[in-house]
């Protein structure tokens, strides 16, 4: 809740969303998510940031990083 993907980048290891629940809190957002070892980037226009895997990254770090984003989502935007 809160965010949108973008639908047309999940082909590859790259994840593009935004912030739709008050865009404006994206860099408050991006620092959430960084306090739980996860580093997502603001990216192409208001609201947006980027995401990206390695091939090193193994499932349970997959599930780590959605727990992240869920976590400061849920902090900052309150979804």
Known sequence: PG???????????IVIAEVVAGPER???FV??????SVR???FGGPGRFRA???LDVDD????????AIRKGASRVLGA
């Open 31 to 36: 620092a959430a998510v960084e306090e739980e």
């Open 60 to 67: 349970a770090g997959i599930d780590h990083a959605i727990a």
């Open 40 to 42: 997502i980037y603001p």
């Open 26 to 28: 994206l860099a408050d």
């Open 3 to 13: 965010l949108r993907v973008d639908p047309r980048e999940i082909e590859t290891n």
């Open 52 to 54: 990206a895997t390695h």
